[in-house]
């Protein structure tokens, strides 16, 4: 089955008291429940913004890799959390960032993994 991931940027949110955040914590817990309980759910994690970077890297003209204080993003998004799930098909996805949506208030975005590249032999 494909793997899809949802996921929320942190810009999309607005800021919110610590009572708000642990009410949409429950909520989404619930449903990461019926995710796991459906069989559907691989990974999630979520508390992700600017204050959780550690760094940026990327390949030097050496060949190694060039860590630097970051991230040195082109915008000021970031992701907010997320979720991996093993579903059949993009109505499935869809049934469940739904739920997510309802649950957080929070905009959801639906992204397929493409899978392993194929070789042609």
Request: with cysteine; hydrophobic share 40%; proline share 7%.
């Amino acid at each position: 089955m494909p793997e899809y991931i949802i996921a929320f940027n942190d810009e999309w949110v607005a800021e919110h008291t610590m009572e708000q955040l642990i009410h949409k914590r429950d909520t989404s817990m619930a449903v990461t429940k019926e995710m796991k309980d459906a069989g559907v759910f691989v990974y999630g994690n979520g508390g992700i913004d600017a204050s959780t970077a550690i760094c940026s890297v990327e390949l030097g003209d050496d060949g190694e890799p060039v860590f630097t204080d970051g991230p040195y993003v082109e915008t000021k998004e970031h992701l907010g959390g997320f979720f991996v799930i093993d579903v059949p098909d993009d109505e499935t996805a869809r049934y469940w960032a739904g739920k997510m949506a309802v649950a957080l208030d929070w905009p959801q975005e639906i992204h397929r993994f493409p899978g392993p590249p194929r070789i042609e032999e």
